[in-house]
């Protein structure tokens, strides 16, 4: 008798897990996973998502949470390498067992932590990978929030290039990660089919690379019109200040990546003239009310962070986060992890003001009610005496790229 | 594409003084102390933030601060020295080279704990706007760093042949116990070997640190330094230089003659193709040794 009294209360406790692990259980904070790279190349991606969201969580926490419940925040290091990705996910999904995870990773690791999360039935927010290979895992269980679709920021790209520049020819300098390659093939494809304009030489970097000079030179001799750069900042930043160096003066458009003021400081003056894509509503050093009090806000969280922070991926996640406990109020106080997707799928051109009186609007507006790819809209900026300055309005792409409706979506 | 040849050249150099920089740092100490310094990417990153320190703090002009970073990177060194590899000097080389690459590792966490892996920026005072020669572009801040090489080179063969610690370090490197007892003292010279690669470490760290940025990846330049310090002969001085302004000028034909991604191995196919043909590098001597 004595072990089928024992048997009944393994298999309490084994229900008791297992119920814990899809209903958030009202007396306990709801545990969150982060992932992003916060150490090597990339590690300022992961570094600024993270401190973005944990300055929101800091407020949300502060108003009183979500229906009385605190949200904490687990935060791993994937190192941007989709093989610690995966260790990653599985540990947030089957041993702390988390509600949710907000993604602040790169393109290739985002992939794989949605893929994970698929499989784990775990919302998945992604607010900073753009692969187009993010949404085509097309689950229910995976949203990107903040960033913007390759697929778009590329029409995007692809009509400022073909209407607002007067070039004939292109080269294109990129990095080899996963976001940039994609995006480079895309856009070089684009121009070519709607506005002619030739592809001359293509050159590609590894993140961490310190000289460009072979690139450069082989770009310098194919003179062309326009230089496009696709990558992450910090080496973008080191190979601006080489093309210049060598004698290149061809104007240079860079991706979303590079409005960073960390770009600024370290290509210096050879930075002048660049033009970047840019996402969020605000910006680095934005004189605007709403980035003057989040800049505010984040300096006396971080103050010993340097100039250039936060940067748009600080932004992205802090309104990424928000979005999130957005969700997680409209699922209800006894939400399971399905409620959650439910609820985040109504949410339809939102900004992280409504219904947070204490938050900073500093993203895009949000929707998810039609497609999990929460925003659309891009802008334009320019360098213009050592400072971004915008040059077109955020605008969705004509033509937008179709994303699949969410009743398609797979549980 | 015969015509950037020349453009090739130079920027070669400039890229191969930065790898010799690092590979002379290498060779100092492997030739005083037979150990494979992993640690020398480091000392590369620890002179950048030191600089960035002098700069953004202590509000040093750069010049200066290159002279503070020399010797907070010595310092630096015989720290080291002493608390990590002095306890090891009777173990087995291979537990020293374990050692350095701990040490490695170590030193780039505990920046990253201190200011995380948030990219910085110094700027240097020596003009990046670059000059056109005969269609080949230089800026002063590259010019810059080859006479800094030149220097060094210049400095470190009057001090091997005349100054009386120089040639204690060459008795060492040729048999530590003949050294011992002719009254050298060898652990001395070990220190000074460290504290000598590291502070050329830190100089090539406050001299990239302009023109890349600083963040705790820094040390990558170590590999190419690696490849030139071993092409050179890894206990030659001239051999680390020519190594370096080898892979230099190596890579950027690589890069516009084949293509940019074999750019990244061109160094490591002469590496194999050097240890394959003279196991001893360009400039090294085999070394017999009685068993």
Known sequence: ?411 | MIDVIPQLIVSGIAAGSLYALVGIGLVLIYKATEIVNFAQGESVTVGAYIGWLFITEAHLPYLPAILAVIVCSALFGLIVERVAYRPLIKSPPFTVILATLAVGIMVKNIIRLIWQDTPRGISGSISATPMEIWGVYITPERIAIMLVLAVVVGILAVFFRYAKLGKAMRATAQSQDAAALMGISVSGIFSVSWAMGSALGGLAGILIAPIVGINTELGVVLIPGFVAAIVGGFSSIPGAVVGGITIGILENFAGVFVSSTFKQVISFIVLIVVLMIKPSGLFGKPIRKMV
């Open chain 1, 1 to 411: 008798m004595k072990i089928f009294i024992k048997l009944a209360n393994v298999f309490a406790l084994v229900i008791a897990a297992l119920s814990t692990s899809t209903v958030a259980n009202a007396a306990e904070d709801i545990l969150i996973g982060y992932h992003g790279p916060m150490t090597g190349p990339a590690s300022w991606v992961g570094l600024g998502g993270r401190d973005g969201a944990l300055l929101a969580l800091e407020e949300i926490n502060a108003a009183g949470g979500v229906h009385g419940r605190m949200i904490k925040m687990i935060s791993y290091d994937d190192g941007a390498k989709p093989s610690e990705a995966e260790a990653v996910a599985k540990k947030m999904i089957s041993s702390d067992k988390v509600f949710a995870i907000l993604g602040g990773g790169v393109s290739a690791v985002a992939i794989v932590v949605g893929n994970e999360a698929a499989r784990g039935k775990t919302p998945y927010v992604n607010g900073s990978g753009a692969s187009p290979k993010i949404m085509d895992i097309k689950s229910r269980w995976v949203f990107s929030g903040a960033t913007i679709d390759v697929r778009d920021i590329a029409e995007s790209e692809a009509a400022f290039i073909g209407e607002a520049l007067d070039v004939k020819n292109v080269a294109i300098m990129s990095a080899t990660d996963e976001f940039s390659q994609v995006l480079a093939s895309t856009v070089t494809t684009l121009i070519k089919d709607r506005y002619n304009i030739d592809l001359l030489t293509r050159e590609t970097y590894n993140p961490g690379d310190t000289d460009f000079s072979a690139q450069w030179i082989k770009i310098r001799k194919s003179n062309p019109d326009l230089i496009l750069m696709f990558g992450l900042y910090v080496e973008a930043a080191r190979a601006i200040r080489q093309a210049r160096e060598l004698g290149i003066k061809t104007l240079i458009k860079g991706d979303t990546s590079m409005m960073n003021n960390g770009l600024l400081t370290i290509a210096g003056p050879a930075a002048e003239g660049l033009i970047a894509t840019y996402i969020p509503a605000y910006f680095n050093g934005d004189p605007s009310p709403p980035m003057v009090e989040f800049e505010a806000r984040y300096k006396a969280k971080y103050p010993s962070y340097p100039e250039d922070r936060p940067n748009y991926v600080d932004v992205f996640n802090y309104g990424t986060m928000y979005a999130l406990a957005e969700g997680l109020k409209r699922a209800g106080p006894d939400a399971t992890q399905k409620d959650l997707v439910l609820a985040l799928e109504t949410i339809e051109e939102w900004n992280a003001t409504d219904g947070w009186a204490g938050a900073v609007n500093v993203i895009q507006p949000l929707s998810f009610n039609q497609s999990h790819n929460g925003n659309r809209r891009m802008s334009h900026f320019r360098v213009v005496n050592g400072a971004f300055a915008k040059i077109t309005d955020f605008v969705e792409p004509v033509p937008s790229t179709k994303f699949p409706a969410n009743e398609t979506l797979d549980w």
